[in-house]
T-cell receptor
Framework: NAGVTQTPKFQVLKTGQSMTLQCAQD?????MYWYRQDPGMGLRLIYY???????DKGEVPNGYNVSRLNKREFSLRLESAAPSQTSVYFC???????????FGPGTRLTVL | SQQGEEDPQALSIQEGENATMNCSYK?????LQWYRQNSGRGLVHLIL???NEREKHSGRLRVTLDTSKKSSSLLITASRAADTASYFC?????????????WGAGTKLIIKP
């Protein structure tokens, strides 16, 4: 089992460019999450999907959109990247919002 | 806003010593979790303690929870170089089916050989 996988591992964008971060899990998780982690800070939730077909905003959703394509896949899209979106992005999955979460390896994004 | 706050922000100890990290939170919880993050990697779940539990053990890890003080502590006994990492606490928040984890800023632990 691969667990939670994310692509790409690294990305550099120019201001205004768009991109989609991909996340897939083979652990049969109902819930999936997108977080960002900035230096010296904990994780901040961007969007989450409690189950297939549903998505909800987290703490910092502005500038992002998500798609829960199916139970396995949950993508995060930046429509018009800004330098403030420079961060490390983590995808995670879990059986429910209260349960332990399993994390992917992260995507390090730099917006110039 | 962050529900959990870890203390200290950084901790450096000699290999073999015990390491204690604390987490405080603001609102009532159903459970509290601790995670480890090695440099440049994703987070790994260590232990979950429910609000009706006071102490839980897993190998060299001991977690306590005091709901009256809204605080938790993580003790790592007989530390090893491989324990060097950042440690985060997370508490659940939300209602209905839309529970989320709210994260603290973490404690950076360095184990000196």
């Amino acid at each position: 089992n691969a667990g939670v996988t994310q692509t790409p591992k690294f990305q550099v964008l120019k201001t205004g460019q768009s991109m989609t971060l991909q996340c897939a899990q083979d652990m049969n998780h109902n819930s999936m999450y997108w977080y960002r982690q900035d230096p010296g800070m904990g994780l901040r939730l961007i969007y989450y999907s409690a189950s297939e077909g549903t998505t909800d905003k987290g703490e910092v959703p502005n500038g992002y959109n998500v798609s829960r394509l199916n139970k396995r896949e949950f993508s995060l899209r930046l429509e018009s990247a800004a330098p403030s979106q420079t961060s490390v992005y983590f995808c995670a999955g879990g059986t429910s919002g209260r349960a332990e979460q399993f994390f992917g390896p992260g995507t390090r994004l730099t917006v110039l | 806003s962050q529900q959990g706050e870890e203390d200290p922000q950084a901790l450096s100890i000699q290999e073999g010593e015990n390491a204690t990290m604390n987490c405080s939170y603001k609102t009532s919880i159903n459970n509290l979790q601790w995670y480890r993050q090695n440099s440049g990697r994703g987070l790994v779940h260590l232990i979950l303690i429910r609000s009706n539990e006071r102490e839980k053990h897993s190998g060299r890890l001991r977690v306590t929870l005091d709901t009256s003080k809204k605080s938790s502590s993580l003790l790592i006994t007989a530390s090893r170089a491989a324990d060097t990492a950042s440690y985060f606490c997370a508490t659940d928040a939300g209602f209905g089916s839309n529970y989320q984890l709210i994260w603290g800023a973490g404690t950076k632990l360095i184990i000196k050989p």
